[in-house]
T-cell receptor
Framework: SQTIHQWPATLVQPVGSPLSLECTVE??????LYWYRQAAGRGLQLLFY??????ISSEVPQNLSASRPQDRQFILSSKKLLLSDSGFYLC????????????FGSGTRLTVV | GQQVMQIPQYQHVQEGEDFTTYCNSS?????IQWYKQRPGGHPVFLIQ???SGEVKKQKRLTFQFGEAKKNSSLHITATQTTDVGTYFC????????????WGLGTSLAVNP
């Protein structure tokens, strides 16, 4: 069966520090991968999505970047965190070429102080 | 632009009462999905509706897709405390099937 791993679960980082959040998917190949941010426990904002290794689409101009170095690995990064980067970051995957639902990781709650 | 509006934003009910959340789009959707997010948790996929006028049931949950494929609803019969959470709809538009357009969610609180 397919599983998605996302870590860490919580993170407190000072302003100006770098960030690296990792997400890996098991049990499937060539998935679509997504990074979302959820602020204030409400709506989901799509940050990046990827249809393949090295292919990243950015949805919102921001202080963040994403990379997909391997088929089932998706990384969210920042060189210098801002206070406004605080939020709940969710990685998700979906089967390519179909209309199945997204499967989300358990999320990383990031607080920038 | 493509938007999915979801109402209400919040709903408090007594346990045993029914609950409904609605999603509306100004343009035709190719399909719509529903998710549930428990407090402190991550969204979990519930169902996808594809056909015009489609109705699907999962135990006490009934999902409907409008005839024009511009609106959808989720109805919970006889709510229980386990139904607490935020319910999101997310739609896809023809020609842009890579992306889901998310509603802002309806947060449901159930008083025991």
């Amino acid at each position: 069966s397919q599983t998605i791993h996302q870590w860490p679960a919580t993170l407190v980082q000072p302003v100006g520090s770098p960030l690296s959040l990792e997400c890996t998917v098991e049990g499937t190949s060539n998935p679509n991968l997504y990074w979302y941010r959820q602020a204030a426990g409400r709506g989901l904002q799509l940050l990046f999505y990827s249809v393949g290794i090295g292919q990243i689409s950015s949805e919102v101009p921001q202080n963040l970047s994403a990379s997909r170095p391997q088929d089932r690995q998706f990384i969210l990064s920042s060189k210098k965190l801002l206070l406004s980067d605080s939020g709940f970051y969710l990685c998700a995957w979906s089967v390519k070429g179909s209309n199945y639902g997204y499967t989300f990781g358990s999320g990383t709650r990031l607080t920038v102080v | 632009g493509q938007q999915v509006m979801q109402i209400p934003q919040y709903q408090h009910v007594q346990e045993g009462e029914d609950f409904t959340t609605y999603c509306n789009s100004s343009t035709t959707l190719s399909n719509i999905q529903w998710y549930k997010q428990r407090p402190g948790g991550h969204p979990v996929f519930l169902i996808q509706l594809v056909k015009s006028g489609e109705v699907k049931k999962q135990k006490r949950l009934t999902f409907q897709f409008g005839e024009a494929k511009k609106n959808s609803s989720l109805h919970i019969t006889a709510t229980q405390t386990t139904d607490v959470g935020t319910y999101f709809c997310a739609g896809r538009y023809a020609g842009n099937n890579r992306k889901l357009i998310w509603g802002l969610g309806t947060s449901l609180a159930v008083n025991p």
